[in-house]
């Protein structure tokens, strides 16, 4: 049983580069998955997945909506008993678009795309990481470069000992 700990890195799509073109990739070394939350969240709600579909279904029913509106309190459960069952639990934009749940938030590995190539958030661990993200977190240079340079070489990228003239 592989007992090792998987590091999560993040990342930031936004506008960047010499041109401030947008899609422009930053390792954020510094940031946690509950930092991008904790970043994002005036722009984050949390709800259930099919809360349109069931806002939809109660209507202007005022004591179904206030029922609706004890979410923190436990309200969810008396629609699961009425047959409305309550979905998994997802951060929303201020659109009302489903970005993530926050079970995949909680594992740590999650994606949140606000605007596409101008506002993406996004957390992976750092071996499941392609070239251009491992290029990124060894053009920071600070936590994680070593892991970088060997998975860059493992994964068929760059040569075997290509990065040992850096050190020289």
């Not at 969240?41 to 209507?59: A, M, Q, V, Y």
Request: proline share 4%.
């Amino acid at each position: 049983m592989n007992t090792q700990t998987r590091t999560i890195v993040c990342f930031h799509v936004t506008r960047g580069g010499r041109f401030h073109n947008q899609g422009h990739l930053v390792y954020k070394s510094w940031v946690t998955p509950q930092d991008v939350i904790k970043y994002n969240d005036s722009n984050l709600f949390t709800n259930p997945k099919n809360w349109f579909e069931i806002k939809k279904r109660i209507g202007d029913r005022p004591n179904l909506n206030e029922k609706f509106d004890l979410y923190d309190n436990g309200g969810w459960e008396f629609f699961n008993k009425i047959g409305m069952p309550v979905g998994e639990l997802y951060y929303f934009d201020a659109n009302q678009n489903p970005i993530c749940s926050v079970k995949e938030v909680e594992s740590g590995e999650f994606r949140m795309e606000f605007d596409g190539d101008y506002n993406t958030w996004y957390c992976t661990s750092i071996e499941d990481c392609n070239e251009h993200e491992l290029q990124a977190i060894i053009d920071k240079g600070c936590d994680n470069v070593e892991r970088a340079k060997e998975l860059m070489v493992e994964n068929g990228y760059a040569p075997a000992g290509w990065y040992s003239q850096d050190e020289a």
